[in-house]
């Protein structure tokens, strides 16, 4: 759990300044591992961040820049964790805690530069513990192990989203992340892109139909695989670091509203039939459709 006790203030000079801290406790267990040495990383269940936010409207309702301190605690659960990764070893060797956003800096902007156009950006940096990776399960590749890098992570994230609606009728919207994890004590950012981007739209067709799209895409990311060597004339497995490839899927999908409670509704995925894996060892289906209906109560 956690909070963060804010004290707002706004000038007239379009300066405006939030003072605040952000307290946590992780219910979860304050260590974590390490799967090489079995020491504990040390990292207490409370925390304690700055929540320091300054703000200039360069022209107001127009363009503001910002900038700050922070932090704060990501809760993490097993429900969670397969959901992102059902393919997540099982077990007590398993082991699962909150991750610890350290003391972060930041800065950005958000404009809108014309009717129904929105813009925005910006730069994280923080130092964070007990970020989780998904690597292949040594013994077994086709499952993930939860692993941690027992020192402090330098992450880098930067963000930037454009959204342009009209009239109610269509939306269409952009969203990039670049995350940099600078891991000391593992091989590679396990499981952990160092790209996304989404293209998204909506179009409202009539008054019952509703048509959307979406264009995902992932860079590669690394997983653990084997490589066979020759010595002394006998193959020899060994283990090694692995890429993936980059995940590019197109959906399409079309809902017709009926009467206000009923709706049916027909989607397309992965249009592109690329075999892409998310994860290594895990090839994704190729073109897929489903289609249903929907009640509401």
Known sequence: MQITPAYELTGKTGVSLTLGATLGYSSEPGTVPDRNTDQPN?????????ALRIGYAIVPEKLQIYGGLGGALQRVTRYDLTQENPWLARGASQTVADAH??????????????????????????????????????TDTTKFDLVYDPASIGVVNVHAEVLYS??????????????HY??????????????????????????????????????????LGYRTNLVNGLP?????????????????????RITPKFSIFAMGNNLTNRHYQRYLNYQSQGINVIGGAAYSF
Do not use: H, M, W
């Open 101 to 138: 956003q350290g003391v972060s800096v930041y800065g950005g902007f958000t404009a809108a530069p014309a009717s129904g156009l929105e813009v925005a950006a910006r730069a994280t940096f923080s130092r964070s513990r007990n970020l989780y990776f998904y690597r292949n399960a040594v």
């Open 236 to 256: 020899v497995q060994e283990v090694v670091s692995r890429q993936t490839n980059s995940v590019v899927d197109l959906s399409l999908r079309a809902d017709y």
């Open 42 to 50: 040390g990292v207490p269940k409370t925390a304690v961040y700055p």
């Open 166 to 179: 009209a009239a109610e009728k269509v939306r269409v919207g952009l969203k990039a992340d670049f995350n």
């Open 182 to 223: 600078g891991v000391k004590n593992l091989d590679q950012a396990f499981g952990r892109p160092s790209f996304i981007g989404t293209l998204y739209g909506t179009y409202n067709a009539t008054d019952k139909l509703l048509l959307g799209a979406n264009l995902y895409y992932y860079a590669p990311n690394y997983g």
